[in-house]
C-alpha cells in the first residue's frame, strides 16, 4: 500500500493550487483521508480530512479558501487551495487510515509530501 501526493508547486500570493493523493495497493478500505501540513522549523499541522462518507473536518486557518474532496472510487482526496497566502508555505502530507487486505485493524499510511511555497 501507498500513497501518491502530487500538485504541489510555487505560486504567488492569492493564487490557487490544487493536491491529489491517490492510495493504490492491496486495500480492502479507506475510512477517513486527510491533509496535513509542516513548515520549517513547526510541528506538523492538520490542514483538512474527509470521512468516506463525505464528513469534513477543516482547520480555522485555511476556512473559506481550501476544499477538500474524495473520490472513494479512486481511493483518491483532493485539496482545493484557494486564495494562498505566504504562511501556506509547507510541505503538505495526505493522510489515509485504511485496512489493508487480509488484515482486521485499520492503519495509517502516510504520502510522501508535496512542498507548496506561496510567494509574497
Known amino acids: 500500500v501507498q500513497l501518491q501526493a502530487s500538485g504541489g508547486g510555487l505560486v504567488e500570493a492569492g493564487g490557487s493550487l490544487t493536491l ?3 492510495a493504490s ?6 475510512d477517513v483521508m486527510g491533509w496535513y501540513r509542516q513548515a520549517p ?3 506538523r499541522d492538520l ?3 474527509i470521512t468516506h462518507g463525505g464528513r469534513v473536518n477543516i482547520a480555522e486557518s485555511v476556512k473559506g479558501r ?4 474524495r473520490d472513494n472510487a479512486k481511493n483518491t482526496v483532493y485539496l482545493e487551495m484557494n486564495s494562498l497566502k505566504s504562511e501556506d508555505t509547507a510541505v503538505y502530507y495526505c493522510n489515509a487510515n485504511l485496512r489493508p487486505e487480509r488484515y482486521i485493524q ?4 502516510w504520502g510522501q ?6 510567494s509574497s
Open 20 to 22: 491529489s493523493c491517490a
Open 41 to 43: 522549523g513547526k510541528q
Open 47 to 49: 490542514v483538512a480530512t
Open 106 to 109: 485499520y492503519q495509517d499510511y
Open 25 to 30: 495497493g492491496s486495500i480492502a478500505r479507506v
Open 113 to 118: 509530501g508535496t512542498q507548496v511555497t506561496v
Open 66 to 69: 481550501f476544499t477538500i474532496a
